[in-house]
Nanobody
Framework: QVQLVESGGGLVQAGGSLRLSCAVSGRTSSFYAMGWFRQAPGKERAFVASINWSGSIANYADSVKGRFTISRDNAKNTVYLQMNSLKPEDTAVYYC??????????????WGQGTQVTVSS
């Protein structure tokens, strides 16, 4: 089983940046494809970005393309989400999870506690 701990959220003004981290632990954690998801108040959890185990393939939701970058450091068992040019509509709780890339980055594991990102206008 894989354990996930998200961190790095906070309050930022529109146009600002944040970097989220997802610490991954457990069985062969470096071999999982990973993804970031977010859930805004009153909305369903939605896909943001995903990355394969080697870091050579990344996918993004249209709403974040060109602004967000997903990466991973397998030596540190950590997945990152660099978020630039943040907008108020990016406000949400952000979660990471293991995913199946070939199945539209479907999440497969248990959800962590997430990290809150709030973007003020």
């Amino acid at each position: 089983q894989v354990q996930l701990v998200e961190s790095g959220g906070g309050l930022v003004q529109a146009g600002g940046s944040l970097r989220l981290s997802c610490a991954v632990s457990g069985r062969t954690s470096s071999f999982y494809a990973m993804g970031w998801f977010r859930q805004a108040p009153g909305k369903e959890r939605a896909f943001v970005a995903s990355i394969n185990w080697s870091g050579s393939i990344a996918n993004y939701a249209d709403s974040v393309k060109g602004r967000f970058t997903i990466s991973r450091d397998n030596a540190k068992n950590t997945v990152y989400l660099q978020m630039n040019s943040l907008k108020p509509e990016d406000t949400a709780v952000y979660y990471c999870n293991t995913v199946i890339l070939s199945d539209n980055s479907r999440p497969t594991g248990s959800w962590g506690q997430g990290t809150q990102v709030t973007v003020s206008s």
